[in-house]
């Protein structure tokens, strides 16, 4: 088991530095990071400019500026912004904090609900719980969570102007200066993003856990159980949901790459700074090396949590063996 | 998702008799009046998808909303572009055809939605379309022949899962298309949803090339195209006309997510997206967000209808997992 953990982690290595250099690749060779400057009349002097070019290695080739980005990632927490020559690091660090908190809220809750709708849906198949449960995810499932997060906004933008009630707010992070993590004000502003990023999961979740529920009731080995006489409340539990829970735990870590980038149009929507918000600013304003240290993190994010799928599937299915 | 209201059907053998399929039109056998008429595999699949009620209507919805886009010219009660000062950010009323009211600069509502259906169906089909082709040739080779292009594409698609697609796509649309044609976005999707075809193609030839009738074939002296595309293609036409159709709404969602966060298609070229986005600054008037969303989910329904119903129908066995 270690040594598959070990050489999951160094066959990681590669994948992540390959990423890392087609992304650079692509990202610097297709935008000029010294555009700004060259259309300010002020700064378009070529003096200035050959100047910036050499302190930022712009003039050199492209896999010895892949050399010193690599370096400035690990020495400098991911580098300086070329554009704001500010560092990254403490902008994308805040951001990464409060996306972390919406997403993990939501895959939580999401897990919860898709996972008690979707034993509950198998075991009452056909009825019109089930029924109503499949329409509703099929609902979140076309559903653009773009469309959703706007819809959601409208209804509260409404409600506060009509009644003048404040239930959830529809942009930011704190109403105040600022707010502690979980305060009563915090959750009210990122309950709506919540409520979008929930949905979309819960759909997939509750389609998943009710297919591989029905997949086990049928099996063998439960057949075996009812006819041993145990009770059915311990034959769903204990015999049933224990086993259909293992695909789950693959999709759900799979599921978290599909959030952050969920999480880039909720965020851009209700205006949270966090991650997404973080990446499509810096895209609009063509901040490369910004660009890049967001790549690299929702990469390496990704890989982990497929490791992490990976590793627990050998733990709760003692069949898989790794070798 | 309701279980197939098909009766049970018995799927004619596949096996060969006396050198001739049973499938073939043999000459039907009437015994005491009784008359059999034989059906081939396909017959029965057309037989099973017509029977599928809920593809049915995906699909007469889908040939509605489709053929008012595609027809948009002589659908549209105005054109995309028509302004008219003296009426605008009115509510849908029947006055003077506009059902979904207008826009800030009294622009008819419906007639940019068709347009916008227009833009987002092109999308969607010629992704599908050129993607499909390509995964699929991509897919046979790699599973046939195996060895380094077998290990190249798969590499390739492993760099592409590190990140979530959208992640990839805004990156990709906003450094190179700023210009926001519509064939750049096209080309840009379909450059990214071939992989995932691909792969599955890969895994069905890598089943079926140790089939008998591969060996026979080869023993005949057949060449690898005849083998390929002759004989082991048809065989694996039921995934991949089942995922060609879900392409179509996923392109279409990817689309509008592009457009919607503004790296999408340019001006003045309407599209869902985009007026999903455009709508959002006036929360107050919800038609000029709602309904072209609305629009987009029932497109998006309908794709995954039909998709569902050509599954069942070409693909009996599957079990019905949506993951």
């Known amino acids: 088991m270690l040594t598959y953990i070990a ?83 403490p902008d994308i660090s805040v951001a990464i904090e409060h996306t972390l908190q919406i997403v993990l809220l939501a895959q939580v809750i999401a897990l919860i609900l898709g996972v008690a709708v979707g034993i509950y849906s198998a075991i009452r198949q056909y009825s019109i719980f089930d029924y109503t449960m499949t329409s509703v995810s099929f609902l979140g499932y076309a559903m653009p969570t773009f469309w959703l997060a706007l819809i959601l906004q409208i209804i509260f933008v409404d409600i506060y102007l009509k009644w003048h009630v404040r239930i959830f707010y529809t942009s930011g992070l704190n109403s105040g200066v600022t707010s502690s993590t979980w305060s009563i004000d915090r959750l009210q502003h990122i309950a709506l993003p919540v409520i979008t990023l929930t949905v979309v999961s819960f759909a997939l979740y509750s389609r998943y856990m009710r297919a591989t529920m029905l997949d086990v009731i049928n099996s063998d080995y439960v057949r075996t159980a009812r006819a041993k006489g145990l009770p059915e409340r311990l034959v769903i539990f204990r015999h049933v949901v224990r086993n259909a829970l293992i695909p789950i735990v693959t999709v759900s870590a799979l599921q978290f790459g599909a959030l952050l980038g969920g999480a880039i149009v909720t965020e851009s929507i209700f205006t949270l700074d966090g991650m997404g918000y973080f990446f499509i600013t810096r895209l609009q304003t063509n901040d490369v090396y910004s660009v890049m240290a967001y790549v690299m993190i929702v990469a390496i994010t990704v890989i982990m949590f497929n490791l992490l799928a990976d590793i627990l599937y050998g733990f709760l299915d003692p069949r898989i063996r790794y070798d | 998702m309701t279980e197939p209201t098909t009766p049970l ?148 698609t492993d760099l592409v899962l590190t990140l979530p697609v959208l992640v990839v796509l805004l990156t990709v649309a906003a450094l190179l298309g700023r210009s926001g044609n519509e064939w750049t976005i096209v080309a840009i999707i379909a450059a990214f949803y071939w992989t995932p075809i691909a792969r599955i193609v890969r895994g069905v030839f890598l089943s079926l090339r140790e089939k008998e009738y591969v060996e026979a074939a080869k023993a005949v002296g057949a060449g690898d195209m005849r083998i390929m595309f002759r004989h082991m293609l048809p065989n694996t036409l039921g995934p991949i006309v089942v995922n060609g159709t879900l392409a179509v709404a996923d392109a279409i969602i990817l689309e509008a997510f592009l457009s919607f966060l503004g790296f999408g298609i ?37 794709v995954n209808f039909v998709g569902d119903g050509l599954r069942d129908a070409l693909d009996p066995q599957q079990r019905r997992v949506r993951a």
Request: proline share 6%.
């Open chain 1, 7 to 89: 050489r999951r982690i160094l066959y990681s290595i590669p994948v992540l530095l390959a990423t890392s250099f087609l992304s650079f690749t692509f990202i610097t060779k297709s935008s000029d990071p010294l555009a700004n400057l060259r259309a300010n009349p002020r700064t378009n002097n070529p003096a200035i400019l050959h100047h910036l070019a050499h302190v930022y290695h712009l003039d050199q080739s492209l896999p010895v500026r892949y050399w010193y980005w690599l370096q400035d990632v690990f020495v400098h927490k991911l580098g300086q912004s070329l554009l704001t020559s500010q560092p990254i690091w």
């Open chain 2, 9 to 156: 059907e018995v799927a004619p053998p596949t096996a060969l008799v006396d050198g001739r399929p049973l499938a073939a039109p043999v000459d039907a056998t009437v015994a005491e009046g009784l008359e059999l008429r034989a059906r081939s595999q396909w017959s029965y699949a057309r037989r099973r998808f017509l029977r599928h009620r809920l593809a049915m209507i995906g699909l007469v919805g889908l040939i509605i909303i489709f053929g008012a886009g595609a027809l948009a010219k002589y659908v549209a009660p105005y054109t995309f572009d028509q302004i008219d000062l003296t009426n605008v950010l009115h509510g849908p009323t029947t006055v003077g055809h506009h059902y979904f009211g207008t826009d800030e600069i009294g622009r008819d509502y419906l007639s940019r939605v068709i347009y916008g259906i227009k833009t987002s169906e092109q999308v969607g089909l010629v992704v599908a379309v050129v993607s499909t082709i390509f995964g699929l040739f991509v897919g046979a080779i790699a599973g046939y022949y195996r060895g380094w292009v077998d290990n190249v594409i798969m590499r390739i």
């Open chain 2, 266 to 302: 340019a001006d003045p070229t309407p599209s869902l997206g985009k007026l999903v986005a455009g709508g959002q600054q006036f929360p107050q008037k919800w038609w000029l967000t709602v309904l072209p969303g609305l629009v987009l989910v029932i497109i998006v329904i309908c």
